[in-house]
């Protein structure tokens, strides 16, 4: 079993920065595949973002490429997502999610991840 705590969510204004941090227990997630996603309410879970197992690859939705940065700290466990000019587009809650499925694996969809955190809200305000 994994646990993913996620932080660093807030109100910031258009053009903004966030670091959102994911924090996992229980398991290394080193070797695991991880993905952002975002939701807002009546609409579904939206890809944002993924690393590969390896980390050797890194994933966007286009609607963030170029603004958004995923990355992975193995000695602490965590992963981050880094989100530079900001919308208000952006506002969503964010949720990160791990699966540690080894093949075939669909980065950009929800129902591929095992475990989720409880999410962090972000809000930009333009």
């Known amino acids: 079993q994994v646990q993913l705590v996620e932080s660093g969510g807030g109100l910031v204004q258009a053009g903004g920065s966030l670091r959102l941090s994911c924090a996992a227990s229980?398991?290394?997630?080193?070797?695991?595949?991880m993905g952002w996603f975002r939701q807002t309410p009546g609409k579904e879970r939206e890809f944002v973002a993924a690393?590969?197992?390896?980390?050797?690859?890194?994933i966007y939705a286009d609607s963030v490429k170029g603004r958004f940065t995923i990355s992975r700290d193995n000695a602490k466990n965590t992963v981050y997502l880094q989100m530079n000019s900001l919308k208000p587009e952006d506002t969503a809650a964010y949720y990160c999610?791990?699966?540690?499925?080894?093949?075939?694996?669909?980065?950009?969809?929800?129902?591929?991840?095992?475990?989720w955190g409880q999410g962090t809200q972000v809000t930009v305000s333009s």
């Open positions: 999610a791990t699966t540690f499925q080894r093949y075939g694996l669909n980065y950009r969809d929800p129902r591929q991840y095992s475990y």
């Open positions: 690393l590969t197992r390896s980390g050797g690859m890194t």
């Open positions: 229980g398991r290394t997630i080193s070797n695991a595949a």
